[in-house]
């Protein structure tokens, strides 16, 4: 069994290598009393990016398959080399061995535990019963925190999306106006937005529930319905979105993935990427429906950020 050495010296610098983020990774299921060897390398970017991305840890419940998967979707990778990735045995024996019965040591992850306790840098734990990914007794990532699609990607928003925010946020205020003017004079704030929205929705529902039967004016009444109430969902989501980036630590941004593009807010960006549609959330509460909602989800929201950002499991998602 070979011990892991101390935090490894840097080689000469390449292109597309991080040499400030050496760490080992160690896969192992308390339940079933197995864990995987170690896999060191200077990760070209946050580690727990790079396991939730293999969905190594979402696959099989076995760590030295885990492993091997993630190994092998990790060197699959354009631009990625083999030549400092490291794969070492642990100094610790994990299963006891008797006649015909087999199993874990009672003391196996106390052993595990206080092994790489000594290591330098920490090493990076992924519990695959629990599903989530520790270093240095600091959680990284678990499987309840938000998550983005597979392959997702993120850009800034165009000139073009940035000045769709600005029509927005210029609607949202004009909402206001007609609908809670006791506000229209002071700034925008989140209670205000659910005076707003509290106003607004049951007005839009009684303009539908009194239609005439005769079906052309029924169609013509929905029509302008409809385009009223995305207007206001957009204006109002967007707000809401322009809150959460004030207030909350979180920025425009756009996603890219399977299903298309969609400009939405993101928060610890490679440390938890912590997503909201802010027009999706605003949507799901008209067909619900809620009547104030925006200022609570806001701080339950805020709160759930903070614990990501200190390795605490979150209260209040989903949302």
């Known amino acids: 069994m070979a011990k892991r050495k101390s935090k490894p010296e840097a080689p000469a610098a390449s ?3 991080d040499y400030s983020r050496p760490a080992s990774v160690i896969f192992y299921n308390a339940d079933l009393g197995m864990v995987s060897p170690a896999v060191s390398d200077y990760w070209p970017r946050p580690i727990q990016e790079l396991i939730r991305d293999s969905e190594a840890m979402l696959t099989t419940n076995f760590p030295g398959a885990s492993c091997a ?3 092998g979707w990790y060197l699959a ?3 990625t080399g083999d030549s400092h990735l490291g794969v070492d045995n642990l100094p610790v024996t994990v299963r006891n061995y008797d006649g015909d019965e087999a199993g874990p040591s009672s003391d196996w992850l106390d052993r595990l535990l206080a092994e790489v306790n000594r290591w330098n840098p920490d090493a990076v734990l ?3 019963d629990g599903l989530t990914i520790t270093q240095g007794g600091r959680l990284l990532w678990r499987v309840d925190w938000v998550q983005r699609p597979t392959g997702q ?3 800034l928003p165009s000139r073009r999306r940035q000045a769709w925010i600005t029509r927005q946020l210029a609607a949202a205020r004009r909402l206001v106006a007609t609908l809670s003017p006791a506000d229209a004079d002071g700034p925008m704030t989140l209670d ?3 005076r ?6 049951p007005q839009t529902g009684a303009r539908t529930a009194t239609t005439e039967t005769d079906p052309a004016a029924v169609l013509a009444v929905i029509n302008s319905v409809a385009e009223e109430m995305w207007a206001a969902i957009d204006a109002v989501g967007t707000q809401f979105g322009q809150f959460l980036t004030e207030q909350a630590g979180f920025e425009w941004i756009v996603a890219d993935d399977a299903s298309g593009t969609e400009l939405i807010v993101r928060a610890l960006a490679g440390r938890g990427d912590v997503l909201v549609y802010p027009v999706k959330f605003v949507e799901m509460r008209w067909f619900q429906p809620e009547a104030s909602f925006l200022a609570a989800s ?4 805020r709160e759930d950020v903070e614990a990501v950002a200190a390795g605490r499991p979150v209260t209040h998602w989903p949302w």
Do not use: Y
């Open 192 to 194: 205000a937005l659910d």
């Open 196 to 201: 707003v929205w509290a106003a607004w929705r």
């Open 153 to 155: 990607k993120f850009s």
């Open 15 to 17: 292109e597309g290598r």
């Open 69 to 71: 998967r993630f190994i």
């Open 298 to 301: 806001f701080e339950a929201i």
């Open 77 to 79: 990778r354009p631009g």
């Open 126 to 128: 992924v519990r695959l």
